[in-house]
């Protein structure tokens, strides 16, 4: 009976093993590249071979559950040493920005070398593992890297009862300035967000337009359209991560509880204390949207989406996404405006699952797939800016279409959050 077990097993661990491999055998093909087939454009694709490799997914992690949890509980973590710096915000506010330790001799980057800022994911920092391996090939590229950790996240301090949220991009637009300021020689000043993170970003450069220091941008699994990002957490497995986010909110909330104390109504701090907002929804309506004035939960997420910003991306951006990313979906990526943006690089791949792209060539643990992918293409560009001079922009035309487009752009929101709310209200 026992060997009869055991060659069961064995038959049931072969056939698993076989049908993982297949699997992943099935789901090896080349990334999906799309962009407006422009000189700058075909020069810079050129000069990133990871493009034109097929993209091999790891035996078992084809599942999108499994590779979004392994990767967020197996990456190897690169040993980083950073210096903090904690930027005071015109609100009252502060954020802290962690640079990666230099060393005082001639390994030291040039005061020229590009400077790229990061944005962590919702409740991400500069000590995740995505991020640091980012920090690590930022410095093999010759690239200063600074993680720009919002308010409370990597214990980041928090002095004033406001945390951050989709839509906020003041210290966005803080950090930024203040990095072009630090490093005035820089050739070129770049940032990357993962997540929201990405959304971000996204939202800045559409509201700062062609004013923005940046040359040049990367978005990874961006949740793009949040309310169909929401929507999507709310079924199935993918309700877990809505629980651990939750959760991670409350944490940050409670580690800054007293600033809280006494805030009147619509504010719920209470409930937050109490364990009454399981989910980031729950989180927000109690939270977030009265600290940033939003009506409503719903205005906030519709207002808040960075696929509103995609047409008015005023630098050249690099955009990646997993097809089965389930807490960005594809069904809330703007595809359609993305290829109509000429300034934009849509990169997808079949698997990826969220925040994970554990492909083979790097291994089950090694850096995420994406890192090849965004230096090649960053430092591509960087190249090509300094080739033409132009920075991507079009010249002094575009930048004034640029300017239109944005102030059209805030008219549009602010129609679509009335209607929203107008909805809601009936």
Not at 173 to 188: D, F, L, N
Request: net charge neutral; glycine share 8%; aromatic share 8%.
């Amino acid at each position: 009976m026992a060997k009869l077990l055991a060659s069961a097993v064995a038959l049931g661990t072969a056939f698993i093993s076989a049908a993982a491999w297949f699997d992943a055998r099935r789901k090896t093909q080349k990334p999906t590249v799309e962009c407006h087939p422009t000189e700058f454009n075909n020069r810079v694709l050129a000069a990133c071979p990871s493009l034109n490799l097929p993209y091999q997914p790891v035996m078992f992690m084809t599942n999108p559950h499994v590779e979004t949890i392994f990767a967020a509980k197996t990456r190897t973590k690169p040993a980083v040493r950073y210096q903090r710096e904690i930027l005071h915000t015109s609100d009252g506010g502060c954020v802290a920005l962690d640079w990666q330790w230099e060393p005082e001799s001639d390994k030291a980057l040039p005061a020229d070398a590009p400077v790229l800022v990061l944005l962590p994911g919702l409740t991400g920092g500069s000590g995740d593992s995505y991020v640091s391996h980012a920090v690590v090939a930022a410095r093999a590229a010759g690239m200063r890297a600074v993680v720009f950790n919002s308010r409370g996240t990597a214990d980041s301090p928090v002095i004033t009862p406001q945390f951050y949220s989709a839509s906020f991009t003041g210290d966005t637009r803080a950090v930024v300035a203040h990095v072009a300021r630090r490093y005035p020689a820089s050739r070129a000043l770049l940032a990357a967000g993962w997540s929201l993170g990405a959304n971000i970003l996204l939202r800045y450069l559409g509201e700062e337009g062609a004013a923005t220091p940046l040359r040049a941008a990367v978005s990874m699994c961006n949740p793009f359209n949040l309310t169909i990002s929401n929507q999507g957490l709310k079924s199935g497995f993918s309700r877990i991560y809505d629980l651990n986010l939750a959760t991670s909110l409350r944490n940050i909330f409670m580690k800054h509880e007293l600033l809280w104390t006494g805030m009147p109504p619509p504010f719920r701090p209470d409930d937050v204390a109490a364990g009454r907002c399981p989910t980031i929804r729950d989180f927000d309506d109690a939270i977030t949207i009265h600290s940033f004035g939003w009506p409503s939960v719903d205005a906030y997420y519709a207002g808040s989406s960075s696929a509103l910003s995609v047409p008015h991306l005023p630098v050249p951006t690099l955009c990646i996404q997993a097809l089965d990313d389930p807490i960005a979906p594809k069904e809330a990526t703007p595809f359609e405006a993305l290829r109509a943006q000429p300034l934009a690089t849509t990169v997808t791949t079949l698997t990826g699952g969220h925040l994970g792209w554990v492909e083979a060539r790097t291994g089950a643990t090694g850096a995420p797939w994406t890192n090849a992918v965004m230096f090649e293409w960053l430092s591509a560009v960087v190249e090509e800016l300094g080739r033409s001079g132009s920075g991507g922009k079009g010249g002094k035309q575009q930048e004034e279409r640029q300017q239109d487009d944005v102030a059209r752009q805030l008219v549009s929101e602010e129609e679509e959050v009335a209607g929203v709310v107008a909805r809601v209200g009936a």
